[in-house]
C-alpha cells in the first residue's frame, strides 16, 4: 500500500516542560514504518527549551506543526485542546505524551486492525511502561473484541484491554464527535473515553508492544493513585456505563467490591494521614454518589487493616515508609490540584434505569 493510499493518522503530543525526553518521542514518530501521519505539538507555554525542540524539527519535516498555547491550561482541558487539533482529513487520532513514544511498527499494527475491523473505535496492545509489561490476558487467537465485552471485564476486574491514552488508537470520528472528548471532571478520563466509545463500537487487538509509557512519579496521575482518586473515579465509570455491559446480579457485586477496595484504601490511611483536605476529599465523593459515608465501615477497616499490619510488620513498615517519600515528591500543592478538581466531579445516579 502506497503512502497516499493509506488512512490518515493524526498525532498529537501534549507538552509541558519535556526538554529532557522530547526529542526521543518524536524520533519515534519519525521512525514509523506507517508515513501517512500528520503531527501536532501542542506546546502548554513550557518554560524550558521544549518549544525551541519542536521548532527544530517542524522546520524539517513539514508533517510536523506546532500550536502554541496562549495561556497555560490544566491537564485536562489541554488534553481537550490537543485532540481538537486533528486533521479533517485523518481516520485514526494517536495521542503520545512528551516524555512517551511508540515503537517503530505501532501505528501500521494499529491501523492494520482498524481497517481488518470496521467496527473496532478504539486499537489496544501491550504497552510497555518502563521495565513492566502491561495489558495482557487477552488470547493471542483473538483480535477483536465486542465493546460490551471489554467493558464488563474492566468493571468486574477480569482483564484490562485498555490503558492510557498512550497505549491507544483512536477511530478519529469518535474523537470529532465528542466534545470535549475527555471528561475533565474524572481523573481517569481516558478509561472513561475508552468507555464512551465502546458503548456503540468494538475493540481491536495488537499482541504486541507497541508503545513505552514513562512512570512519572510527580505527575497528576500519579498524585491521584497516591491519594485514591481512583476509586471515586470508578464508582462513576460504574454507575454510567455499568448497566449498559453488566447484569444487575454483576452491577451489585462490582459496586461491593470497589466499595471494599475504598474502605481498605482508607483504612490503611487512618492510622498514617491527617490532612484534613483528604478525609474532605474523600467524604465529599461518598456525598455526591449518593452511597454516603459510613463512620462504621471506617472504623471496622480500620481496625482490619490494623490487626493486618501487626501480622506481618515487615510491609507495613514498608508502606509507610513510601508513603513518606511520596509525600517528599508529592507536597500539599499538588496534592491540591487533585482534590480541587475532584471536588468539581458530578456523578450519575447509580440507578440501573439510567
Known amino acids: 500500500m502506497n503512502v497516499r493510499s493509506q488512512p490518515r493518522v493524526s498525532i498529537v503530543t ?3 516542560n519535556e526538554e529532557e525526553h522530547l526529542a526521543e518521542c518524536i524520533e519515534s514518530i519519525l521512525a514509523q514504518t506507517y508515513q501517512n501521519w500528520d503531527y501536532t ?4 507555554c513550557s518554560t524550558d527549551g521544549s518549544l525551541q525542540i519542536a521548532s527544530r524539527y517542524a522546520a524539517k519535516d513539514r508533517r510536523i506543526r506546532i500550536h502554541d498555547n496562549d495561556r497555560f491550561l490544566e491537564m485536562s482541558p489541554n488534553l481537550n485542546l490537543a485532540v481538537r487539533q486533528i486533521s479533517p482529513a485523518s481516520k485514526y487520532c494517536k495521542v503520545v505524551f512528551g516524555d512517551d513514544w511508540i515503537f517503530p511498527r505501532c501505528l501500521e499494527q494499529m491501523v492494520a486492525v482498524g481497517e481488518a475491523y470496521p467496527s473496532v473505535g478504539v486499537v489496544s496492545a501491550y504497552e510497555q511502561c518502563g521495565q513492566q509489561i502491561r495489558i495482557t490476558g487477552l488470547s493471542p487467537k483473538q483480535s477483536l473484541v465486542p465493546g460490551r465485552e471489554a467493558c464488563s471485564q474492566f468493571l468486574l476486574g477480569t482483564l484490562l484491554l485498555f490503558g492510557s491514552q498512550n497505549s491507544v488508537l483512536y477511530r478519529a470520528n469518535f474523537v470529532r464527535n465528542r466534545n470535549p472528548f475527555y471528561d475533565e471532571s474524572n481523573m ?3 478509561f472513561e473515553a475508552c468507555f464512551a466509545i465502546l458503548r456503540t463500537s468494538d475493540l481491536g487487538f495488537v499482541h504486541e508492544v507497541l ?3 514513562r512512570p512519572r512519579p510527580a505527575s497528576v496521575g500519579s498524585i491521584a493513585a497516591d491519594v485514591g482518586a481512583s476509586f471515586g473515579s470508578l464508582i462513576d465509570i460504574l454507575f454510567r456505563y455499568g448497566n449498559q455491559c453488566l447484569s444487575e446480579q454483576e452491577y451489585q457485586r462490582c459496586l461491593e467490591r470497589y466499595l471494599c477496595q475504598y474502605y481498605s484504601f482508607l483504612g490503611r490511611r487512618f492510622w498514617v494521614d491527617r490532612d484534613r483536605e483528604f478525609w474532605s476529599y474523600h467524604k465529599e465523593i461518598f456525598t455526591t454518589t449518593g452511597i454516603g459515608f459510613s463512620r462504621m465501615r471506617l472504623a471496622k477497616a480500620a481496625v482490619a487493616e490494623l ?5 506481618r510488620p515487615k510491609g507495613a513498615f514498608g508502606s509507610i515508609k513510601r508513603l513518606r517519600l511520596k509525600r517528599k515528591i508529592r507536597n500539599r500543592q499538588m496534592r491540591s490540584v487533585v482534590f480541587e478538581g475532584r471536588a468539581r ?3 450519575t445516579t447509580p440507578s440501573r434505569n439510567g
Open 14 to 16: 501534549p507538552v509541558y
Open 41 to 44: 505539538i501542542v506546546n502548554n
Open 188 to 190: 481517569y478520563s481516558d
Open 211 to 213: 508503545t513505552f509509557s
Open 307 to 311: 490487626f493486618s499490619s501487626l501480622l
Open 345 to 347: 466531579q458530578v456523578f
